[in-house]
Structures are given as C-alpha cells and as structure tokens.
C-alpha cells in the first residue's frame, strides 16, 4: 500500500480571522499533522517584542526548518499565518516542491467592519495569551489596511484559494476541507 505525499496547507488571513484555531482543527484530522503558529515561535524567543523585525525573521527561520523536516519525514504541515508580501509564500510553496508535498494556499476572507468586530472582540475577550500580547501592535482601527494589504497579496498569488470565513468555525472549517480533499 502506498502511503500519499505530505501536504503543506497555507492559511492565510488577517489577525482575528481565525487561522490558528482552524488549523490546529485541520491538523487534528490528520495523524501526525503539525499545526505551525509562528506567533508562538517568535514569543517564545526573548525579548521578542523589543526586537519585532528581527525576532519575527528568526521564527521564520525556524519555522521553516520545522517545516522541511516534517515534511521530508512525510507528515502534513498547517500553517496559519498573516501574509502581507509573498517572498515568504513562495519560498514555502517551494520547501513543498522540494519534497515532493503537495501545497494548498488558502486565504480566509472578511470585510473590514466584520474584521474590526473580531480584533475588537478578541480585545476584549482574548482566549490565547499571545493574543493579549499581539494587541499591542493590532486593532480593530487597523481593519481596513489589512483587508487591503490581504487583495494586494491576492492580485500576487492568483492560485491562492478564498475562503469566506464571516461565518463560524464549523462552516468555515467545511470550506477549508473541501478544498484541501481528504
């Protein structure tokens, strides 16, 4: 029996659009699965908010290397991640390329009023620590720059698949999987 290649499964979305939780729901479907934060790298590293470029580059790295060597040991890879240019994109869809996975990139879409009733909510009511911290640099005045920021990457990226994600969880995490396939 054969087993299928690895897939590396981009979620893409502005802060609040809920790609952590769904990819940690898409990775718990499949064995092995790794559901990547890169938020969570980069506050693990000291004093990663007084040195915001470099600390955000370094867990880059890291996550890259994270990445490689699941995917070279033939499990799946979920990363949830904000894209705002698409050099990091593409040297991710070719760590894929590079061993033999498959690459799926999809973006989850809000409106800028739907968006900013997120990150306020998520302001109010933050139910992960590094949430709280991340306030400090993002809000809901911050909406409409990162829905554009979102289509300029998009214009970029004309294979990238969107999502509507202005419902909850469940209907979006069904979207995401009927994209993506078994």
Wanted: glycine residues 10%; proline residues 5%; without cysteine.
């Amino acid at each position: 029996m054969s087993q299928r290649a690895p897939i590396l499964i981009l979620l893409g979305g502005a802060p609040g659009s809920g790609k952590s939780t769904l990819a940690a729901l898409l990775a718990a479907e499949r064995p092995l699965a790794l559901a990547l934060d890169i938020d969570v790298i980069k506050h693990a590293l000291g004093g990663w908010d007084e040195e915001l470029t470099r600390s955000g580059l370094q867990a880059r790295r890291l996550a890259t290397a994270m990445i490689g060597q699941h995917l070279a040991d033939g499990h799946d890879v979920v990363l949830g991640q904000y894209f705002a240019r698409t050099p990091f994109l593409e040297e991710l869809e070719q760590l894929a390329a590079e061993h033999g996975a498959g690459f799926v990139e999809a973006v989850l879409i809000l409106d800028e009023q739907t968006l900013a009733q997120r990150l306020q909510g998520r302001r109010d009511r933050p139910d992960r620590p590094e949430q709280a911290r991340n306030d400090r640099f993002v809000g809901p005045d911050d909406a409409g720059e990162l829905v554009r920021s979102i289509e300029d990457v998009l214009a970029l990226r004309p294979t990238a698949r969107r999502v509507d994600a202005s419902g909850n969880i469940a209907e979006t995490l069904a979207s995401l999987r009927a994209l993506q396939g078994p």
